[in-house]
């Protein structure tokens, strides 16, 4: 992996650095994520709050996780990417959306959540 790890929005108004490895990179497959995504999961990378620096707006918008607790999305408000999760839960983490990476080969989920909500045309990552 190579660091720092950067991306942003799909206009670039919003961007970010992240300045060292992910604690961890997954897929959800809750219903949330799957209504989020439009597709059978999202693709997140979990970063603690101190290494991520976002340039840009942000707009935020509240959600009931599937495990119950509130989430926060952040997204830009010009080309409505979604670019950061914030998990009230885990308020040292953030939660960037994978397909945000300026390099996205730098990405490699080890797991899957909720997987037994995985649509049945989906992969979920095995264990």
């Known amino acids: 992996m190579t660091l720092p790890l950067t991306g942003g929005c799909l206009c670039g108004a919003v961007r970010y650095s992240i300045s060292a490895p992910p604690r961890f990179q997954f897929h959800c497959h809750c219903r949330d994520c799957q209504r989020h995504s439009g597709t059978g999961h999202t693709s997140r ?12 707006e942000l707009r935020w918008f509240r959600v009931t996780g599937d495990n119950g607790s509130g989430l926060l999305r952040g997204f830009c408000p010009t080309c409505g990417s979604a670019v950061v999760n914030e998990p009230e839960r885990l308020p040292d983490l953030r939660m960037i959306s994978a397909g945000t990476l300026d390099d996205p080969s730098q990405f490699s989920p080890v797991k899957s959540l909720y997987p037994e909500r995985a649509p049945p045309w989906d992969v979920v990552i095995p264990g």
């Not at 990378?45 to 840009?56: I, Y």
């Open 45 to 56: 990378m979990a970063v603690t709050l101190e290494t991520l620096t976002v340039t840009g």
